[in-house]
């Protein structure tokens, strides 16, 4: 029985066809079909029902994939570890974090170190769009994105649910409104961008402006807009328009008026990755450890289940 033999089988039980398998371990589909067909031969069992669609695995095949699951796992544990002891530097985690929804994130990693400094972990700013986009592109490891609309590639593990508070100019007769529905926002002008595809935000809050009735008028160009929270308040503070924003970019402004709308507008925010990434012991340390401590950090009584 071989290594390799196990790892097939373990992505054809994962993803359950005998393709998809194939693609992700980039390897010839004959190839896989063998090393099942092998494996079967030397356990003297039938491990995989090929009858079912999506494929469908024997009770023996279910209680062998929960073995070989752990196999794998504990030998790319004992891999890493042993690189770390010998002095090998082990592979860099690129973390993407989309600097608006993320500004919490980004602060906790500044001040709390996952596992003593035994990860190695490289954060890159992107928007949200972007980080999905280099996700699979395979430029990225893992990344802090908003659910919306995300492709079937991607696993998403929430964290946190945020509010988008509305931002506006000082001196907007809006702010002395009790309650504020996006159809009062039909003859303002937004300081943003809501039709570029960057923004998973601007897209959520475009789809909110067209139940209301309305496309939003934009006050500044697509070329003027980057997910970064000093400039898109220096464009409220211009007086280009409003703004909506993550809550947690918006903490420290006192000179603009910040509210809720009603109700309340929300977004899931969390770390994606590609569902066929074969995730390395230290991702999965990484992913552990931003599950139990960033919703701790923001002072969250609760954790999400993976």
Known sequence: MELRQLEYFAELCRVRNFTKAAENLRVAQPSVTKAIHRLEDELGVQLVNRNQKPLGLTKAGEQFYLRVKNIL???DQAVE?????AGIVQRVINLGIAPMSGVKLEQMLRNETPFGGTILYNVIELSSSEIIRKLLERKLDLGWIINWNLPEELEFIPLETQEAVLMLPAGSPLALKQEITFEDLKNEPFA?????ADSALGQILLEKCRQAGFTPKGGVTTQQYHPNAQ??????RSGYGLMFIPAHSAENVTDLPVLSMSPPLTFEAGIGYRKDLKLTAGMKKLIDFLSIEYP??????HQFKQ
Request: glycine share 8%; charged share 30%.
């Open 73 to 75: 796992e504990e030998l």
């Open 81 to 85: 570890e042993a690189s770390a002891l």
């Open 192 to 196: 943003m961008d809501l039709q570029s």
């Open 231 to 236: 400039l898109t308040i220096g464009s409220v």
């Open 296 to 301: 701790r950090y923001i002072g969250k009584d």
